[in-house]
């Protein structure tokens, strides 16, 4: 595999156990960390939020890895049942993989990993993070479930920091509960006037901005230690 990247979105297979994972990659020339994206209850790589996310991460020069959690068969399975976006241990498992393949890959093996989980995808990405926390280096949630992680948050030694819409009342309180559990460093920021989906004006720009706040000091080692001398 090549050590080197234009920058440019390409397509990868992510191949670990017995699973092959669609995913597209991005590495910027220069960038420090990488962030894998993992998204939420019935979507996949192809999420239009994600992909805006993905693109302010890029842009502030770090990687991004777009990838679907289930296959095409067990995409075409939960579109009947439902049943497989709410199964928060195959999601765990699936970001661990993942997150030893970002280890393995020549591209992406010296990056710190950041996760970004949606719904249901950030309860996989908190599990992922207790399972690897030599890997996992920081987690944001947006609208996400981290409730249902809730064995695992106290194993999550990563910085978190969960984002919730203003009018996404139950999520809020859902949030509340795992932020509590959550025993290392982190920060919960609702903001107002956003639904759960953050369709609204500026609301998913706001997510994009904190996501990318919380990433960059965390996952760039020259700005972490520039902070830290200010």
């Known amino acids: 595999m090549s ?4 920058g ?6 992510i191949v670990f156990a017995t699973v092959a994972l669609d995913a ?3 590495v910027p020339e220069g960038a420090a960390g990488i962030v894998a994206f993992a998204h939420g209850s019935g979507s996949n790589r192809h999420s239009p939020r994600n992909r ?3 693109q302010v991460m890029r842009d502030a020069g770090l990687a991004a890895l777009l990838v679907s959690l289930l296959t095409v068969e067990e995409e075409a399975e939960d579109l009947i049942t439902g049943k497989l976006r709410f199964d928060i241990g195959l999601l765990g498992r699936r970001l661990v993989g993942i997150s030893d393949w970002l280890r393995r890959n020549d591209e992406t093996r010296n990056l710190k990993l ?3 989980g949606s719904s249901t995808g950030a309860a996989g990405a908190l599990i992922a993070a207790a399972e690897r926390p030599d890997i996992v280096a920081a987690v944001v949630s947006r609208g996400g479930r981290p409730d249902l992680a809730a064995p695992f948050l106290d194993r999550v030694k990563a910085p978190t920091l969960l984002i919730v819409g203003g009018h996404d009342v139950p999520v809020i309180s859902m949030n509340r509960t795992a ?8 920060d919960m920021v609702i903001i107002p006037g956003a639904t759960h989906l953050f369709e609204e004006p500026g609301a998913l720009e706001k997510v994009a901005e904190l996501a990318k706040g919380w990433f960059v000091k965390y996952l760039v080692p020259d700005r972490r230690k520039h902070d830290q001398t200010k």
Do not use: W
């Open 179 to 186: 932020f509590a559990e959550l025993h290392y460093e982190k």
């Open 3 to 6: 050590t080197k990247s234009s």
């Open 24 to 26: 597209d990659l991005a």
């Open 52 to 54: 805006q996310v993905a």
């Open 8 to 13: 440019k979105e390409h397509y990868v297979q």
């Open 114 to 116: 950041g996760l970004f």
